[in-house]
């Protein structure tokens, strides 16, 4: 099993930004308030993650680590009306084969913990009592030490880092409701707190996407035939310099989709010069049962059912805003 689950960690596990965004998911999926991460240099070091959700029993702990054993989706019906964020079941496995991997769990019902890790070609879990509070704790250390060749393609730690730090800015714009620490090399660098209202959600923005961005963006709200769109725009001239300042969001994934792209991209190319990138924060809720998120493993992208339907209405809705913040 080893081998297969390295063969599945090429596709899943690229570097050590993707480790952390599979274990955050996990942290939300598990409906954490709180997750801390630390890293150390860079990630290839160690990625700890620290969570305060649901944890897993100790009869489950050894079937988190083994490949295609998702809680998650029960059912093919499930899988057309995905919720959660991860469902192939594939990412502990996949980085406890290239990697030393722990995982430290406690449940609201057990009085204590367990931890468990994956060993050797057999990939055989080894479970141990542990101390934990409710929740889980996933280590990942001397990530790719047993496939080289990918321990070569990394880049420098501080590169690595910054590569994780975009991970974390994507999932605190897409959780306000929850609160995330990220430290590198024992210092705290990042603390997104808590936002339970506006200027809570306002302060985070603008700690990720410059106090400009947020105080110059225009507010967007609007909803069509069960698709919701909110979020904000920036206007053209705080578009400047913010290439990568482009988060979107379908049912609480960051995607970076075409349609969705073209729709924006056009909405703007309207009412800017078109060499200017633009910047924004968009999220869309849409039935689950309308898009189809089991295109690729790492999830970014989508298919729509009412493809047309959705560009146009994020077309207008954006060019209908920006039109009126234009004013
Ligand atoms: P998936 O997320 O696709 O189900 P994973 O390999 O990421 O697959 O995780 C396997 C299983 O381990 C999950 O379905 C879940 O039951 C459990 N699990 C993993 N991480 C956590 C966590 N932080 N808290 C609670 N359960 C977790
Ligand atoms: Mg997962």
Redesign the pocket.
Known sequence: PQLANQIAAGEVVERPASVVK?LI???L??GATQIDVEIERGGSQLIRIR?N????SKA?LGL?LSRH????VATLLDLEQIMSL????????SISSVSRLTLT?KTQTQNEAWSALAEGRDMAVNIQPAAHPTG?C?EVADLFFNTPARRRFLRTDKTEYAHIDEVIRRVALSRFDVQIKLSHNGTLQRHYRIARNESGQHRRIAAICSKNFIDNAININADYDGIQLTGWLGLPTTARNQADMQYCYINGRMMRDKLINHAIRQAYTDKIPTDLYPAYVLYIQIDPKQVDVNVHPSKHEVRFHQARLVHDFIFQSLERSLQQGIE
């Open positions: 599979e998911e996990n942290s999926d598990a969570d959700g649901s944890g897993i489950e988190a054993a998702t809680s998650k991860g469902f192939r079941g594939e990412a502990l496995a769990s889980t996933v």
